[in-house]
């Protein structure tokens, strides 16, 4: 289960599978919210944003720099349990392969900032790459994380 920040009601999580446009009528939806329940994986997605960035320890980060490897993009905040859980694994992950195979990389979505990332990432010794995204403009760029661990 995920932690999620108050926020205003999201009548979009239960959106009909379809849309009345006139009594008796009815209309798919511009996008399916049916699963797909086929068994396959869709490789259709494209690629990933690019972005650029600066970590917590002031490196310059972009996505195209990590292009041909598996890459755990892993968006999180201090304050919340889950994440807090999952972070050991995070830095396991990372310790057992090179980061040039496997890349762990942390987006911080704290409204607090640098002081309280930095604070917990020494505290848990975290090894890979730190970003701050405070407005969650990173996080929009890859669909939108309105809870978290994702």
């Known amino acids: 289960m995920g932690c999620t920040e108050h926020s205003s009601s999201d009548s979009s999580a239960e959106e009909p599978s379809t849309v009345s446009r006139t009594p008796g009528t009815t209309e ?89 990332v930095r604070s917990y990432a020494e505290e848990m010794d975290i090894s890979y790459p730190l970003i701050l995204d405070p407005e969650r403009t990173l996080a929009e760029k890859y669909g939108g994380h309105y809870a978290v661990p994702t």
């Open 28 to 116: 798919a939806p511009a996008e399916s919210t049916v699963p797909d329940t086929s068994g396959e994986i869709s490789t259709s997605l494209g690629p990933a944003p690019d972005f650029e960035r600066t970590t917590l320890s002031g490196n310059a980060v972009r996505r195209a720099d990590w292009e041909g490897r598996v890459v755990v993009l892993n968006f999180w905040a201090t304050w919340c349990a889950p994440c807090r859980e999952e972070i050991p694994h995070l830095i396991d992950l990372q310790r057992e392969y090179s980061p040039e195979e496997v890349r762990v990389a942390g987006v911080s979505i704290d409204e607090e900032g640098a002081s309280v």
